[in-house]
């Protein structure tokens, strides 16, 4: 079974196509490197806008039957990041871990880690991750993570991913 | 005077008798262990139902008395795990301090700590804390949290709880 | 242009006058030895109020003009601590990464520093950051977050603060 993978991109500069997109990109290259299983990714660009970012969300899981959604952009404090608080509305469940952890790696670059608003939350058979919009920034976020995402999305019955072993040991505890 | 303690068990299985309750024992243990002072277990198994989450919490702390809770099971990512969110929903003030260190100090053991979403809070003169439903990671936890907890409960005006201080040194503020 | 910033202190005991407020004068102390931009403090003492507190956030943000306000006291659980309460309560965006680095920190020192939940957020083009009321831990805090507060109010679009580089630096990124 194919494994969808939504990745959305949000950005008013990139989705007026005044910026060119990285961010997706950047998640797709990790995520090709990384994943054994067969997996195939539903990708989209939407401006800072509330209700396009969770139309987005719902479509990806609902209807693309996407495991896991990777967004890229729209977590700090500016008026017009609004990622996380959207991300949130079509949650059924938070799970703080995940911005926890990446905040805390990221302060081993910058100090300013902690503007970061990103967060990751359930909904239905999928896991919805927030990562910043800086490239750099996204290796380092999915490198804290991605060990525990494949565990994450069997627990909520999605897809099985595999990995790479000598780049992400995904880990799976042996009894529950 | 002696302290209640209400230790919840949260769990399907558990509840129905195909599986034997091993967190709550766990806890019950540890506390044995490490207080000095009097104090009395209210324990009680319930299934991954919220209102019977939320009334047994309210029934502890309300009707029993309980000074602290603490439950067992609950907290991953799976549509049946709920414990956070009936504790959320019976406290009057969050504490995300436990939830950040617990998951922490779990993270040295299992890169899969960032999945539980175990939170505290306060309601009346009790603090409730989350704990997985794990006998090893049960004990790790308290191991973290412990040290605070008496103090916690003095500021909510509950019992006063003291610690054999080779096992847990607890932390009382010499002046607020 | 003068950067305004508020000082509210939030204690019962400090606004009957019973005893000496030093929360507020500790973060003045500091943000004068720190900042190298013109600043003007806007200080308060109100109760453990929540009207009060919610009326003077408002107020310093949306009639003072502050870019920054600093609370210090109100934090812990019991029952009169609400001013993470009082802050959410006027924020539009919360910022839970500094709540988690403050708490970190301060466990360096002190096992309760999960007791505290102080947290921070953005109202209009203003940041607004609790601190504990005890002055020692302001500082160590405040040590811990000054880095990242300029930039993070040039996001919100707030007056531009510079500190003296030997005591904190503080971290604008080069490119967005």
């Given at each position: 079974m194919t494994a969808k993978i939504g990745i959305l991109?949000?950005?008013?500069?990139?989705?007026?196509?005044?910026?060119?997109?990285?961010?997706g990109p950047a998640i797709?290259?990790?995520l090709a490197e990384v994943l054994t299983s067969p997996w195939q990714a539903v990708p989209l660009v939407v401006p800072d806008e509330f209700e396009q970012i969770t139309a987005a969300l719902i479509s990806m899981v609902d209807d693309s039957g996407c495991?896991?959604?990777?967004?890229?952009?729209?977590?700090?404090?500016a008026r017009r990041d609004i990622t996380p608080d959207a991300t949130e509305a079509v949650c059924e469940k938070m799970m703080p871990g995940f911005g926890e952890l990446m905040r805390q790696v990221s302060l081993n670059f910058v100090p300013t880690a902690i503007l970061?608003?990103?967060t990751a939350g359930?909904?239905?058979a999928a896991l919805i991750v927030n990562?910043?919009?800086k490239p750099s920034a996204i290796r380092?976020?999915?490198?804290?993570v991605m060990p525990a995402i494949p565990y994450c999305i069997d627990l909520v019955e999605g897809?099985?991913?595999?990995?790479d072993k000598s780049k992400v040991a995904a880990f799976r505890p042996k009894s529950q």
């Open positions: 991109t949000v950005s008013d500069r990139a989705h007026r196509g005044i910026y060119q997109d990285r961010g797709r290259d990790y495991s896991l959604v990777i967004t890229t952009g729209g977590t700090g404090p970061s608003r990103q359930i909904r239905g990562l910043p919009g380092d976020c999915l490198d804290a897809a099985y991913l595999t990995t």
